[in-house]
């Protein structure tokens, strides 16, 4: 009989495991230029010190699956910080490796490989962090300090032979302008959103009755695909700026930021409405009662008493609508709006997979780093953080 081996970590164990299974996928991919797919290579084929390290990470990590108590996720967070900045490096290091010998318009990318070793690595120290403390500013503080290597690294030009940098050097004036529109975009949706859904939250919640019908309406906004709103207020607005010319004068057009702008504006507000309305309908009535006692008027006690107490809720809505006009305003270069869409979309239609990932990695990490804020700040309103 073999002795049986009760497992305390399931989900670091099913990483690891996931992590096996997808050794053998490409560590890089090699090409002679932007244009070819090239060759896949696995890491043990670039250099062979990289590969024997790595070895015995699986096999620790799988025994630490194994142990109780708070020690086993202290270890599986150095480990897998350990790991993960060891996969950046030995990316930027193989790229250095083959550009050593290769023509300059050579192109070494991260293989599907890498990508998956590194989400899976940022799981398992999330998973340790999470186990490690109940805290949420320790956690937040722990994911964050996680990215100071790799962007030192970054910074220090370790990785500028990946063809993502490479990508990056050609077209940084480009980059740079699209981050601006993006940023543009984003902060031009949530400023209206804000200014129309709070006061329409309001209305909602002192008339009750009439929520039925307003969120009928803005639901049906939400369903319609993005695409397709985008399509449907070309043709009005072109049509208005045909009729009013001086309208040109304020850079408003059929196409470009003005549509793209309006139909952002109309996703947010189910979101911000229905935050404004579910968190003043939380405000405990024992609150609301003692304030009236004190002799609040009504305008007090919403600006300080239900506002505040609702504010958790509003930004959890608002931290829904920042992550998702960040994504959508992706497909609102379709009709000239810029941001980071062009760059995908330019990227697809040249099939150069590099300027694709040029545009979706900074929009990733725009909408992670936004999400991160808003759970730190939520955190904070909520008084979940001790000293």
Not at 110 to 120: A, D, K
Not at 291 to 317: D, F
Not at 321 to 346: D, P, R
Request: charged content about 10%.
């Amino acid at each position: 009989m073999f002795p049986q081996i009760r497992c305390y970590n399931r989900v670091l164990l099913l990483l690891v495991l996931i992590g096996l299974a997808a050794a053998w996928l490409p560590f890089i991919n090699y090409a002679p230029n932007r244009l070819v797919s090239g060759e896949s290579r696995a890491l043990w084929t670039v250099w062979s010190f990289p590969a024997v390290w790595l070895l015995p990470v699986p096999l620790l990590l799988l025994a630490l699956a194994a142990i109780p108590g708070r020690t086993a996720p202290g270890v599986v967070l150095v480990v897998t910080q350990l790991l993960f900045i060891a996969l950046v490096w030995s990316a930027g290091e193989a790229a250095r490796h083959l550009a050593a010998s290769a023509s300059p318009l050579a192109r070494t990318s991260p293989g599907s490989g890498l990508w998956l070793w590194l989400t899976l690595a940022l799981l398992m120290f999330s998973d340790a962090a999470r186990r490690l403390t109940a805290n949420p500013l320790w956690r937040w503080l722990l994911n964050v300090q996680i990215w100071i290597v790799p962007l030192l690294l970054l910074w220090h030009g370790s990785l500028d032979e990946l063809s993502l940098m490479k990508e990056y050097a050609n077209r940084q004036e480009v980059f740079d302008g699209a981050l601006r529109q993006h940023l543009i975009l984003l902060f031009g949706t949530l400023l209206p959103g804000l200014l129309i859904g709070v006061p329409l939250g309001l209305w909602c919640w002192r008339h009750a009755a009439r929520q039925g019908r307003v969120f009928t309406v803005l639901n049906i906004i939400q369903t319609v695909p993005s695409v397709a709103l985008f399509g449907l207020l070309i043709a009005p607005l072109a049509g208005l700026v045909k009729a009013l010319p001086w309208l040109s004068t304020l850079g408003i057009s059929g196409t470009g930021l003005t549509p793209a702008l309006i139909a952002l504006v109309l996703y947010a507000l189910l979101p911000v409405v229905r935050g404004v309305v579910a968190g003043l309908q939380q405000v405990p009535g024992d609150v609301l009662e003692s304030a009236v006692a004190m002799g609040m008027s009504r305008g007090q006690r919403l600006w300080k008493v239900q506002l505040p107490l609702a504010l958790p809720v509003l930004l959890r809505s608002l931290r829904v609508v920042t992550v998702q006009t960040i994504g959508m305003a992706v497909v609102a270069a379709l009709i000239g709006a810029g941001g980071f869409g062009a760059l995908v979309f330019q990227g697809l239609l040249s099939s150069a997979l590099d300027l694709v990932l040029l545009g979706v990695v900074p929009v990733v990490a725009l909408a992670v780093a936004a999400d991160a804020l808003f759970s730190l700040w939520i955190a904070l309103l909520k008084g979940e953080v001790r000293d």
